[in-house]
Every structure is written in C-alpha cells, then in structure tokens.
C-alpha cells in the first residue's frame, strides 16, 4: 500500500514536486526544476527532496511541505496496515 491512498490521503509523486517548483517559481519554473534534477542526479522523490532542501528558500519550503506529506502518508499507512491486521 505504499503508493495508494491511506485515509484518502496519496502518497506525493515526483509530479507533485515539479509541479509546485513550476508554480512557486513561475516562468523560471522549468530551469529551477531542470537544475534539481540535475543536482539529484535522478528523478525519484527520494533524491530530489534532499536536493530541493539545499536550493533556494523558497524551494526548501516545497521541500517541506512534501516532506510532510511524505511523512504523514508513511505513518498512515502503517496504521491502516496495524488496524486492518
């Protein structure tokens, strides 16, 4: 159950990262997200969240927030998996 929705609450996706520095950032959206990735050197959420804590404030703000959900997903998926055992 890892990427499905825990409490109706789905796991953040690397779509969901792009697509807050795309709006955060703006028009300098897609140089900001081509840097992260190149920075990351992969394109998976697990890379590139430590490469956007270390880019702009900004940036280290979507980090954050996806963090959470990151976080928030995880532990709520281990008590779906506790409850429904």
């Given at each position: 159950?890892?990427?499905?929705?825990?409490?109706?609450?789905?796991?953040?996706?690397?779509?969901?990262?792009?697509?807050?520095?795309?709006?955060?950032?703006?028009?300098?959206?897609?140089?900001?997200?081509?840097?992260?990735?190149r920075t990351a050197g992969d394109?998976?959420?697990?890379?590139?969240?430590?490469?956007m804590q270390s880019a702009d404030?900004?940036?280290?703000?979507?980090?954050?927030?996806?963090?959470?959900?990151?976080?928030?997903?995880?532990?709520?998926?281990?008590?779906?998996?506790?409850?429904?055992?």
């Open positions: 159950m890892t990427d499905e929705a825990s409490y109706g609450l789905p796991r953040p996706t690397v779509e969901d990262a792009r697509e807050a520095v795309y709006r955060v950032h703006g028009g300098d959206g897609p140089r900001v997200w081509d840097q992260l990735v394109s998976t959420l697990e890379r590139l969240l430590p490469a404030p900004t940036t280290r703000l979507c980090a954050l927030a996806l963090q959470i959900r990151v976080t928030a997903h995880s532990q709520l998926t281990a008590a779906y998996t506790t409850v429904r055992s």
